[in-house]
């Protein structure tokens, strides 16, 4: 009567009810057997109606699923079912179950996929599908041509192996709907109705330590449906683009070194983990190299009904980072630079990092040897970039550590020495983070050095039995200059410069730039690190990189690349500059167009950071500050961008858009997750020594020479953990939206030093978006409307803040 009653809800499996299986019958019994038997006897035939009790509901019930799956599942699977053990036929039954309630369950708008089952031939009224259903559901209204469909398309293939020919189709198709799932959850706003599926346990990503060395290599064939492999590991490559979505997790094809290939679901919840989508196509995109540790094969019952391995951690997976060959570091330079080419820049990063890992060593361990002969040298500079990139190529290298470690020691910088042993989570003396002056000195001296001693030099001697030279240098500069590997490596590291150019990871875009240079010194590397040191606020040493380069003999940069050089030298010198006033006509059209360098500037000599009670954190002059005088120009520190071709999405769809990204984002970016900490999130406690520095994009001492922003190179002490919650009140309070001129694209974008600025109705600033060539709003700057008087707050408009 209740299911009647209620016919929306989802009742659970109807018993088959016998008379002795009530409660007073079998009180009835038990008081029997109290009476007329002894103790023994009287506790035995006491549990024994409890028994019959606990079975009788659920054995007709099981063994509908059973005919189901020996009278339409195909022969392999059942003999397969046949052999399993007794808990593990019961997980199949159960996999049956779930996979029928999956596809039968009537159908919702957010549900496209649904409707292609309804199609087929109507079934018969006497299969034991139906049988099961009309027992199982009988308030669900199920079509006769959805079951037809199910038994002649659904039922043949469940629980089987997949085949490429048969199956890879079939997961794009189920990709793609995937996808449309979450954009119509995310048009409309409403949540994504759930699925029936088992309890799974999820695991936080550092709860879990796997000992990666001790496992055993398996194979897809080797695994035991429904059975942990237990000590084993399962290494494959990712041949399809992920696809995911709230209800299923990430779904993924991965392929064994022996060409079979299953269905790989991680079931992690997506929101914790980056978001959905980008969160998968961030980390594990097509062609990734994987390792499974104790790979668990089940039944996929919420998509393909085929075999796959379940995923409940992050941590169980790791990149494959086994020691590779040519074809494995041009394959990732492949991928990676089809991702680049769909701006896809973080996937692209992480195409490129994985290639090198794996077939960079040989170049790592050239490097290397080359940072020794320089220290006994006592070149120490020269060594200090060979360790850096040896240690950019194989961040496990230890030798690489020590003499990067030796480097700085005989430049005279100990607080680093410490610092880099803090990172490798070795003892290491008190240190303290001081001004980036000193770091910019060591930053000059390396980048000088490079011009002034380039890494392959030319020249050497022959002798019997090999080759004499002398200096030891000289020999590892030549094996560089040979190695095919070495060619190859230096162009992806030229190609993540440019990722990490377009993401603002600046000081990655420096270390990998100098790495391509000591390896194989080009225009291209050349080009990308005068522009990233002129982005980082050094356009000084921008220039005389550019003016020693000018001046080299070399006929690599006397050609196109070499004129580039020159256009942007011109394009540095006009950035050193210090902005102008603008007239009175930019302030009306509120708008202004550059075609060159954009770097971050303030006044401060004119405005200071101010703590306002009512309001976390404002902005006020610190003199008295002249109509339309120019006082803060950022570019945005994160942004997100958005079609509007088809019309203004919901203003909730980019926000939550740009939560997701920098969610993902500070896993893979300590400065940005620094950046994002000292904003206002709507309950931290702000700190009252904030100064500029801290918000603009500037050579930062937190960052070791050389080296990447990536968390794994800071002490553990100073990797922040930011919740989403966090995030999303730093998006809420400080992110703002901007349209682009003459395409339907729209921007939410973060201005870490602009988001210090509060609303009034009469405001005395106006923001001005400033557009690059692409009509893309590459900064922002902050001009006064008014004459503003010393000590007073700069404000803006509500409408400009939104």
């Not at 796959?308 to 169980?316: F, P």
């Not at 991928?335 to 077939?359: C, D, I, N, P, T």
């Not at 004499?468 to 030229?494: C, F, H, M, Q, T």
């Not at 790495?515 to 000084?540: M, V, Y």
């Amino acid at each position: 009567p209740l299911e009647r009653r209620h016919p929306s809800a989802a009742p659970a499996a109807r018993p088959f009810c016998t008379p002795f299986c009530t409660t007073s019958s079998l009180a009835a019994m038990a008081g029997l057997c109290s009476i007329a038997t002894p103790f023994f006897w009287r506790r035995l035939l006491l549990l024994l109606p409890c028994a019959l009790a606990l079975r009788a509901p659920e054995g007709g019930l099981w063994e509908g699923y059973e005919a189901v799956l020996r009278r339409y599942a195909s022969p392999a699977v059942v003999r397969d079912y046949d052999a399993l053990p007794a808990h593990a036929r019961a997980k199949m039954l159960l996999a049956m179950r779930e996979t029928i309630e999956t596809v039968m369950r009537p159908s919702t708008p957010l549900d496209p996929g649904k409707a292609d089952l309804r199609r087929g031939d109507p079934a018969s009224q006497t299969c034991p599908l139906l049988r099961v259903l009309i027992r199982e559901r009988p308030h669900w209204v199920i079509e006769p041509n959805v079951i037809a469909f199910f038994i002649k398309h659904v039922l043949p293939l469940w629980g089987s192996f997949p085949s490429k020919k048969i199956y890879l189709p079939s997961h794009k198709r189920m990709a793609e709907a995937m996808k449309a799932r979450a954009a119509a959850v995310a048009t409309t706003g409403q949540e994504m109705a759930p699925a029936p599926s088992p309890p799974v346990e999820t695991h936080h990503h550092s709860a879990r330590r796997r000992d990666w060395a001790n496992l055993v290599e398996t194979r897809i064939a080797d695994l035991e449906l429904f059975e942990t492999a237990s000590g084993k590991v399962l290494t494959g490559t990712l041949i399809t683009d992920p696809a995911a979505d709230q209800r299923v997790g990430g779904l993924f094809v991965v392929e064994d070194d022996w060409g079979a290939i299953l269905e790989l679901q991680l079931l992690v919840p997506l929101a914790q983990s980056g978001g959905g989508q980008l969160f998968v196509d961030r980390a594990f995109p097509n062609g990734l190299r994987v390792r499974i540790a104790e790979p668990y094969l089940s039944i996929l019952t919420m998509t393909s009904s085929l075999r796959g391995i379940v995923v409940e951690s992050l941590a169980d997976i790791q990149v494959d980072s086994e020691p590779g060959n040519m074809s494995d570091l041009a394959r990732a330079n492949h991928l990676g630079s089809e991702l680049l080419v769909q701006e896809r820049y973080e996937a692209a990063a992480v195409m490129y990092w994985q290639g090198l890992r794996k077939a960079g060593q040989p170049v790592a361990a050239l490097l290397a040897n080359r940072a020794r002969a320089s220290l006994e040298r006592k070149q120490w500079l020269s060594a200090l970039q060979d360790a850096a990139a040896a240690i950019l190529l194989n961040q496990t290298y230890e030798e690489a550590w020590e003499f990067y470690e030796a480097a700085l020691d005989g430049i005279g910088y100990p607080d680093l020495v410490s610092r880099s042993r803090a990172v490798r989570g070795l003892p290491a003396d008190r240190f303290q983070v001081f001004g980036a002056g000193r770091v910019r000195n060591l930053l000059r001296a390396a980048v000088l050095d490079l011009v002034a001693s380039p890494a392959a030099p030319a020249g050497s001697e022959k002798e019997q039995g090999g080759r004499r030279l002398a200096d030891a240098e000289l020999i590892y500069s030549e094996d560089l200059s040979a190695n095919p590997i070495a060619k190859v490596a230096a162009e992806v590291l030229g190609h993540l410069a440019l990722c990490a150019g377009y993401t603002g990871a600046h000081h990655d875009a420096l270390a990998v730039s100098m790495a391509s240079l000591r390896i194989r010194p080009s225009g291209k590397a050349t080009h990308s690190l005068a522009k990233t040191l002129a982005l980082l606020g050094e356009g000084e040493l921008a220039d005389d990189l550019l003016g020693a380069v000018a001046r080299a003999s070399d006929a690599r940069f006397r050609s196109q690349v070499g004129r580039k050089l020159r256009q942007l030298r011109e394009t540095v010198r006009e950035a050193l500059a210090p902005p102008n006033t603008y007239g009175p006509d930019w302030v009306e059209t509120n708008s202004i167009a550059v075609a060159g360098l954009i770097v971050d500037w303030v006044a401060t000599d004119a405005i200071e950071i101010m703590d306002v009670n009512s309001q976390g954190r404002g902005l006020r002059a610190s003199r008295d500050i002249d109509t339309h005088e120019l006082l803060i120009v950022q570019r945005p520190r994160y942004s997100t961008i958005e079609n509007i071709s088809l019309g203004t999405p919901p203003p909730q769809h980019i926000t939550r858009k740009l939560k997701w990204e920098l969610t993902a984002a500070v896993h893979e970016d300590a400065m940005l997750s620094k950046t994002l900490s000292l904003l206002f999130d709507g309950q931290n406690s702000q700190s009252h020594n904030l100064t500029f520095s801290a918000l603009l994009d500037k050579t930062s001492s937190w960052v070791l020479p050389l080296l990447r922003q990536h968390p794994d190179f800071f002490p553990p002490e100073e990797r922040l953990a930011m919740s989403s919650e966090q995030i999303s009140g730093v998006v809420e309070f400080n992110c703002m939206n901007t349209v682009a001129k003459d395409r339907p694209v729209m921007f939410m974008q973060l201005f870490p030093a602009i988001a210090l600025l509060n609303y009034a109705a009469q405001p005395s600033v106006i923001l001005l978006p400033i557009f690059g060539v692409q009509t893309r709003v590459v900064a922002m700057g902050i001009v006064t409307t008014r004459r503003v008087h010393a000590g007073e707050e700069l404000t803006a408009g509500a409408t400009e803040l939104s």
